[in-house]
């Protein structure tokens, strides 16, 4: 286990490093400079040249690489272009928003598509149509129009929730949960959705499996076969689900901050990208793929202790 | 078979639970509003302070927002009149061209100075930055140009113009006389991210997430804090334009502005709005010598750029309720004409004439830079002026920085903008000395005009303002398109109807007051 545990880990660093790399490649092949950022339109070509060169803009590519990530090991982002504020305080103050959203919506579609996935398949009939029927539809949904519609109903209509806006779990824990609900809502539609029908797909197949029969043959109780033995085996395939949703979820923000107003990383993509705030890009790009990665790696982690043949591979 | 149906209903219950727990949180859910204990909540649909808290690098529009950090040495009512604030009168020379400004001697900065006439002098003497935008007008060269800037005792300032300034306190006003505190002078930089301002509030930084939320809480020892009713006020930026509407009509905003024209219905069913005019939508001509593009040399050319656009149908078709027109100075204010409308009416004809005239018999072609996609207005009048042979171009930019950068590749620009109460004065400040003139053109007719609308009073300035209009239009300054209206969105719950700052597009923040 260990053997296998160092080897994500040392997996997990490369791809952030690629990913750093990539992106530090990408702001380097667009065609302006941070000196053009930095000092506006009005800039003479001279000014600009000067803001490049100490900036470092200039420094031979390998050089500026080296110093962004001995300036990542010491957990400094460096400050934006466009307004000088600390990249590393505002995305810690962002993440949170993100986070937290992006893990509720991955909690809750784990739960509600387990639940109805293992429902579908252990009672079939008309129940198991019902809900792979249901969620064959909402699975069609957009996740947009989910949020708008669920605006509308719950929020403009029925006066319930707070249409936009986002409060800190250390404000108020409540008013909290009740500025994420319309968000997460939205999400967990679709994600239950897909879940469900892995779930259910995973369930049916396990419980046709000869080592079901042969607990069956020795008597072992029904509730024990599926909700422990079959389940068990049925959650392989769902927590990988779970964990490329998680990364959906979480990389796919920008609409849904942009719909229910929230603070949070995907909005900072937005105004950085738009802005040729390349520092803050970066920013948002190492923070989202170390939040990834880590994600990625304690699926990694649950898989192999659900499956031993993961951990042998 | 019981544990199964145990199963769907701990999902049903799972997902009941979660909303009944959401619900259950706080003070009601999304109904109620967020202004129950002093705190005033207003939703812009864009970043007020995108590049920091340098007052004096936005327009005026922004002032909404910097009002509350900064005071002016005059500050627009409600009724669009300049009231002093920072300044508590002048006395103009028997020319024009000398104002004397005393000063308050109670008023008190964030870094801790006191206002005198020395930090007023070094404010103005920042109008050789180019980058401030609010100081365009009093730059070399501008409309209402400050030549030098004496200061004759602690509270007295007194200032110099290139040419005669009748009403200077309709030039000093909001944004353009804001006043920043002395270290903010000394080191622009800091103000990227620590204002410094006299005003009723102070920014909470720890409570403020840029380009989504800011807060600001009230200074109770500040000179005007009892002119103020909140004791915070939380600006929100939801630039989405159906949930800058959501917040308002749900409760999560006091005021939401601009709303999206779109969302109007839907605020007024179960909230209120205020509106108001002054908004003109067209293209400011940038290439005015042909810099760029050289059939932008020629007036016949920008002329026929005004014939060419079908006014009426775009509005019809479009925007109801706004209001074609072909001059740049909105309805009721001083100098707008009814007659520049007749004039400069649709006459695809004479457009056509005017391109031959000019030498362009098979027309020309135009690049108009845009972020993303065209908006419905551009569309439209692309097809409209293809009709006469001219050809627009849609350049789409990648950047904000790039679209920042068409004011000096392309030959026009498109948009609405606020002309306010004081036409003369964004003509001075933004059409003569500004970002639609970098190319710094010169036409003596419209020079001479905006001088006598700047320098005189009573009817000669009335005289003044309309031919300045006119000329505008007859140049091909300016192609406008309609004027279009502001619209806020208020809780009438949690507060009173706000007012503009008279015809300005912008709410004057001090005059929101609670239910």
Same mark, same amino acid.
């Given at each position: 286990?260990?053997?296998?545990?160092?080897?994500?880990?040392?997996?997990?660093?490369?791809?952030?490093?690629?990913?750093?790399?990539?992106?530090?490649? =990408?702001?380097?092949?667009?065609?302006?400079?941070?000196?053009?950022?930095?000092?506006?339109?009005?800039?003479?070509?001279?000014?600009?040249?000067?803001?490049?060169?100490?900036?470092?803009?200039?420094?031979?590519?390998?050089?500026?690489?080296?110093?962004?990530?001995?300036?990542?090991? /010491?957990?400094?982002?460096?400050?934006?272009?466009?307004?000088?504020?600390?990249?590393?305080?505002?995305?810690?103050?962002?993440?949170?928003?993100?986070?937290?959203?992006?893990?509720?919506?991955?909690?809750?579609?784990?739960?509600?598509?387990?639940?109805?996935?293992?429902?579908?398949?252990?009672?079939?009939?008309?129940?198991?149509?019902?809900?792979?029927?249901?969620?064959?539809?909402? =699975?069609?949904?957009?996740?947009?129009?989910?949020?708008?519609?669920?605006?509308?109903? =719950?929020?403009?209509?029925?006066?319930?929730?707070?249409?936009?806006?986002?409060?800190?779990?250390?404000?108020?824990?409540?008013?909290?949960?009740?500025?994420?609900?319309?968000?997460?809502?939205?999400?967990?539609?679709?994600?239950?959705?897909?879940?469900? /029908?892995?779930?259910?797909?995973?369930?049916?197949?396990?419980?046709?499996?000869?080592?079901?029969?042969?607990?069956?043959?020795?008597?072992?109780?029904?509730?024990?076969? /599926?909700?422990?033995?079959?389940? /068990?085996?049925?959650?392989?395939?769902?927590?990988?689900?779970?964990?490329?949703?998680?990364?959906?979820?979480?990389?796919?923000?920008?609409?849904?901050?942009?719909?229910?107003?929230?603070?949070?990383?995907?909005?900072?993509?937005?105004?950085?990208?738009?802005?040729?705030?390349?520092?803050?890009?970066?920013?948002?790009?190492?923070?989202?793929?170390?939040?990834?990665?880590?994600?990625?790696?304690?699926?990694?982690?649950?898989?192999?202790?659900?499956?031993?043949?993961?951990?042998?591979? | 078979?019981?544990?199964?149906?145990?199963?769907?209903?701990?999902?049903?219950?799972?997902?009941?639970?979660? &909303?009944?727990?959401?619900? &259950?949180?706080?003070?009601?859910?999304?109904?109620?509003?967020?202004?129950?204990?002093?705190?005033?909540?207003?939703?812009?649909?864009?970043?007020?302070?995108? #590049?920091?808290?340098?007052?004096?690098?936005?327009?005026?529009?922004?002032?909404?927002?910097?009002?509350?950090?900064?005071?002016?040495?005059?500050?627009?009512?409600?009724?669009?009149?300049?009231?002093?604030?920072?300044? #508590?009168?002048?006395?103009?020379?028997?020319?024009?061209?000398?104002?004397?400004?005393?000063?308050?001697?109670?008023?008190?900065?964030?870094?801790?100075?006191?206002?005198?006439?020395?930090?007023?002098?070094?404010?103005?003497?920042?109008?050789?930055?180019?980058?401030?935008?609010?100081?365009?007008?009093?730059?070399? &060269? &501008?409309?209402?140009?400050?030549?030098?800037?004496?200061?004759?005792?602690?509270?007295?300032?007194?200032? #110099?113009?290139?040419?005669?300034?009748?009403?200077?306190?309709?030039?000093?006003?909001?944004?353009?006389?804001?006043?920043?505190?002395?270290?903010?002078?000394?080191?622009?930089?800091?103000?990227?991210? *620590?204002?410094?301002?006299?005003?009723?509030?102070?920014?909470?930084?720890?409570?403020?997430?840029?380009?989504?939320?800011?807060?600001?809480?009230?200074?109770?020892?500040?000179?005007?804090?009892?002119?103020?009713?909140?004791?915070?006020?939380?600006?929100?930026?939801?630039?989405?334009?159906?949930?800058?509407?959501?917040?308002?009509?749900?409760?999560?905003?006091?005021?939401?502005?601009?709303?999206?024209?779109?969302?109007?219905?839907?605020?007024?069913?179960?909230?209120?709005?205020?509106?108001? $005019?002054?908004?003109?939508?067209?293209?400011?001509?940038?290439?005015?010598?042909?810099?760029?593009?050289?059939?932008?040399?020629?007036?016949?050319?920008? !002329?026929?750029?005004?014939?060419?656009?079908?006014? !009426?149908?775009?509005?019809?078709?479009?925007?109801?309720?706004?209001?074609? *027109?072909?001059?740049?100075?909105?309805?009721?204010?001083?100098?707008?004409?009814?007659?520049?409308?007749?004039?400069?009416?649709?006459?695809?004809?004479?457009?056509?004439?005017?391109?031959?005239?000019?030498?362009?018999?098979?027309?020309?072609?135009?690049?108009?830079?845009?972020?993303?996609?065209?908006?419905?207005?551009?569309?439209?009048?692309?097809?409209?002026?293809?009709?006469?042979?001219?050809?627009?171009?849609?350049?789409?930019?990648?950047?904000?920085?790039?679209?920042?950068?068409?004011?000096?590749?392309?030959?026009?620009?498109?948009?609405?903008? $606020?002309?306010?109460?004081?036409?003369?004065?964004?003509?001075?400040?933004?059409?003569?000395?500004?970002?639609?003139?970098?190319?710094?053109?010169?036409?003596?007719?419209?020079?001479?005009?905006?001088?006598?609308?700047?320098?005189?009073?009573?009817?000669?300035?009335?005289?003044?303002?309309?031919?300045?209009?006119?000329?505008?239009?007859?140049?091909?300054?300016?192609?406008?398109?309609?004027?279009?209206?502001?619209?806020? $969105?208020?809780?009438?719950?949690?507060?009173?109807?706000?007012?503009?700052?008279?015809?300005?597009?912008?709410?004057?923040?001090?005059?929101?007051?609670?239910?």
């Amino acid at each position: 286990m260990l053997a296998f545990v160092a080897r994500r880990l040392a997996f997990a660093v490369v791809t952030v490093l690629v990913a750093v790399l990539i992106s530090f490649l =990408l702001v380097h092949a667009s065609d302006t400079t941070p000196g053009a950022v930095r000092l506006g339109a009005g800039a003479t070509a001279a000014d600009i040249a000067a803001e490049n060169a100490r900036l470092g803009w200039d420094d031979p590519l390998w050089q500026q690489f080296g110093d962004y990530l001995a300036q990542l090991v /010491r957990l400094d982002l460096g400050t934006s272009l466009i307004d000088g504020r600390d990249i590393e305080a505002d995305l810690a103050s962002r993440l949170p928003v993100t986070a937290s959203i992006a893990v509720l919506a991955t909690l809750l579609s784990g739960v509600v598509g387990v639940l109805l996935g293992v429902t579908a398949a252990v009672r079939g009939g008309r129940l198991g149509k019902a809900i792979s029927t249901g969620s064959g539809i909402a =699975l069609s949904l957009p996740q947009f129009w989910v949020g708008v519609l669920l605006v509308y109903v =719950l929020s403009l209509q029925a006066g319930l929730l707070p249409a936009t806006g986002y409060v800190p779990f250390s404000t108020d824990p409540g008013r909290w949960l009740q500025s994420v609900a319309l968000p997460v809502l939205a999400l967990t539609i679709g994600g239950a959705a897909i879940v469900a /029908r892995t779930s259910a797909a995973s369930m049916r197949e396990v419980l046709g499996a000869e080592h079901i029969r042969t607990l069956r043959a020795t008597g072992t109780p029904e509730w024990r076969i /599926r909700y422990v033995h079959a389940l /068990r085996s049925a959650a392989v395939p769902v927590v990988a689900v779970l964990g490329i949703q998680f990364i959906a979820l979480f990389g796919g923000s920008v609409i849904i901050e942009n719909l229910f107003a929230l603070p949070g990383l995907g909005q900072a993509s937005q105004a950085a990208a738009s802005s040729g705030d390349f520092p803050a890009l970066v920013g948002v790009v190492v923070v989202a793929t170390v939040v990834v990665v880590l994600v990625n790696l304690l699926l990694d982690l649950v898989t192999a202790a659900l499956d031993p043949k993961v951990r042998a591979a | 078979m019981n544990r199964s149906r145990t199963t769907t209903g701990v999902a049903f219950a799972a997902v009941a639970a979660f &909303g009944l727990t959401a619900c &259950g949180g706080g003070s009601g859910g999304g109904s109620s509003s967020q202004s129950a204990e002093g705190t005033l909540t207003v939703a812009f649909d864009a970043d007020a302070a995108p #590049t920091g808290y340098d007052p004096l690098l936005y327009s005026q529009g922004q002032f909404t927002f910097f009002s509350s950090m900064y005071d002016a040495l005059w500050e627009t009512d409600t009724d669009g009149v300049s009231q002093p604030s920072l300044a #508590t009168g002048y006395t103009n020379s028997a020319d024009n061209l000398q104002t004397t400004i005393t000063l308050r001697d109670d008023v008190t900065f964030t870094d801790g100075s006191s206002l005198d006439a020395d930090l007023v002098k070094a404010n103005l003497e920042r109008r050789t930055d180019a980058d401030l935008t609010a100081y365009g007008a009093f730059a070399a &060269g &501008g409309a209402s140009e400050i030549t030098d800037v004496a200061v004759t005792d602690p509270q007295t300032v007194v200032i #110099t113009w290139a040419a005669p300034q009748a009403t200077p306190e309709n030039t000093l006003v909001d944004t353009q006389g804001t006043i920043v505190g002395p270290d903010g002078v000394a080191d622009p930089d800091t103000l990227e991210t *620590t204002p410094d301002g006299s005003g009723a509030y102070t920014l909470d930084a720890d409570a403020s997430t840029r380009a989504s939320s800011y807060t600001v809480t009230k200074n109770a020892d500040n000179w005007d804090a009892d002119s103020w009713s909140y004791d915070t006020i939380v600006f929100t930026v939801i630039t989405d334009a159906q949930a800058l509407a959501n917040a308002v009509v749900s409760g999560q905003a006091d005021v939401a502005t601009i709303l999206d024209p779109s969302t109007i219905d839907l605020v007024e069913s179960r909230q209120k709005t205020v509106s108001v $005019g002054g908004t003109i939508v067209g293209f400011p001509v940038t290439d005015k010598t042909g810099a760029i593009n050289p059939a932008f040399g020629n007036v016949e050319v920008r !002329q026929a750029l005004i014939y060419a656009t079908d006014r !009426q149908a775009l509005v019809d078709d479009l925007h109801p309720g706004a209001r074609a *027109t072909s001059q740049l100075f909105p309805e009721g204010t001083a100098g707008f004409d009814a007659a520049v409308d007749t004039e400069y009416a649709y006459d695809p004809d004479k457009a056509r004439q005017l391109l031959a005239d000019a030498g362009y018999p098979d027309g020309i072609e135009v690049n108009l830079t845009v972020l993303g996609q065209p908006d419905e207005d551009a569309v439209a009048i692309q097809a409209q002026w293809a009709e006469v042979g001219i050809t627009l171009t849609f350049v789409t930019a990648t950047s904000t920085d790039q679209a920042f950068a068409a004011v000096s590749t392309d030959p026009i620009l498109f948009g609405p903008f $606020g002309i306010g109460a004081n036409p003369a004065g964004f003509v001075a400040g933004v059409v003569v000395g500004g970002f639609m003139n970098l190319q710094q053109a010169q036409d003596p007719d419209i020079s001479a005009a905006l001088g006598a609308s700047l320098g005189t009073t009573g009817d000669t300035q009335a005289q003044a303002l309309t031919q300045l209009n006119t000329l505008l239009t007859e140049r091909g300054w300016y192609v406008p398109v309609y004027e279009d209206f502001t619209y806020a $969105g208020y809780n009438a719950d949690s507060v009173g109807e706000p007012s503009f700052a008279g015809t300005n597009n912008y709410l004057v923040l001090s005059a929101i007051q609670p239910a």
